[in-house]
């Protein structure tokens, strides 16, 4: 049973771990005759990649992006997209002391009961290093949702709203060995309306599942979010009126989305990345032995992963508005 693939009509399946020789991923239900190069994506995993501030990991990754298969003369030939990214500067060594040991807040105690083996090193295929992967997939998504842009920020680090004052808040997160979380808020504009369908197959609970999916994200809201129990009906109602010969919403607390369909207003999602769990602080812990004992994670490690995770939200929100761009197609043409 396959859990490394996302997606129905586009979709992709990841490979590879954090300290392997190298990750990739194969993109599949590309339509042909798309220009594409690793030009192109390479700027995308280039937002990503480790080591460009001193508040991200301080692993040196070119990211270079390599197309092995599905493009011809530049042109994309509707057969599987293999993608490829060499590792080049993985210390396995970081984790030697470790390797008996469960780090708390991450995947190894449950890898570990779950397969009765795991890669200690770097996590492997749990680690953010996998995220990679998806940013390359979200760049040939984009390639598909033509007129529609995607962008994500950061709006929150820690207790922090105000990013005058991320800086030296993470700075001394950093400098006390320990990490913050962030909050990450992506929004898609021009998005079509129709997209998703009722019930079991809503844009918006893709759009959850895609977005919880990502390493260190806890929660995920679409538009007003957990704010609507706050608001009164005709507040959270978004009402309708007609604009040079057009529906226009009055608000957009649905966040783009109503009874699992794009509304063609903009789409809204936010997402809480949790501080990183790799910290220098002692732990309690146990080791795969059931032994009680304390762990002190090295290695070079994002003392606030949700910073590096934007681009992987934009990614995965491609991701999925491609892949219910084509079924819409598919059953429904070019109605709207």
Not at 9 to 20: A, D, I, P, Q, V
Not at 53 to 71: C, F, P
Request: hydrophobic share 35%; net charge neutral.
């Amino acid at each position: 049973m396959s859990s490394n693939t996302f997606g129905t009509l586009f979709r992709y399946t990841t490979w590879g771990e954090s300290h392997g020789p190298a990750i990739g991923c194969v993109v599949d239900g590309v339509p042909p005759l798309l220009d594409l190069s690793e030009e192109y994506i390479q700027p995308f995993l280039d937002i990503r990649k480790p080591g460009q501030t001193r508040n991200v990991s301080q692993r040196q990754e070119a990211d270079q992006v390599k197309i092995l298969s599905g493009v011809f003369e530049g042109k994309t030939t509707g057969t599987p997209i293999s993608l490829f990214i060499e590792n080049m500067d993985h210390r396995s060594k970081d984790y030697g002391d470790i390797k008996d040991k469960y780090r708390p807040g991450h995947a190894d105690f449950t890898y570990d009961k779950k397969y009765g083996i795991r890669d200690y090193r770097g996590g492997g295929r749990s680690s953010a290093r996998e995220t990679a992967s998806r940013v390359a997939a979200g760049a040939i998504a984009r390639l598909i949702l033509k007129g529609v842009s995607i962008e994500g920020r950061v709006t929150q680090i820690g207790p922090h709203k105000d990013s005058a004052e991320w800086e030296s808040f993470l700075d001394k997160i950093r400098k006390s060995g320990s990490s913050a979380g962030a909050i990450v808020e992506v929004v898609a504009k021009g998005v079509p309306v129709g997209l998703g369908a009722p019930v079991a197959d809503k844009l918006d609970a893709a759009i959850a599942s895609a977005m919880m999916g990502i390493n260190a994200v806890k929660g995920v809201e679409i538009g007003a979010g957990f704010g609507a129990a706050l608001l009164g009906g005709e507040e959270n109602s978004d009402q309708i009126r007609i604009k040079d010969g057009k529906p226009y919403f009055l608000s957009n607390h649905a966040g783009g989305i109503l009874g699992g369909i794009s509304t063609g207003q903009d789409i809204v999602v936010r997402m809480a990345f949790k501080p990183t769990s790799s910290i220098l602080t002692p732990m309690k812990t146990i080791d795969r032995y059931d032994n009680e004992t304390e762990i002190v994670t090295k290695g070079r490690h994002d003392p606030c992963v949700g910073m590096r995770g934007v681009p992987v939200a934009e990614a995965m929100l491609a991701i999925v508005l491609a892949d219910h761009l084509l079924r819409h197609k598919a059953q429904c043409g070019d109605r709207t």
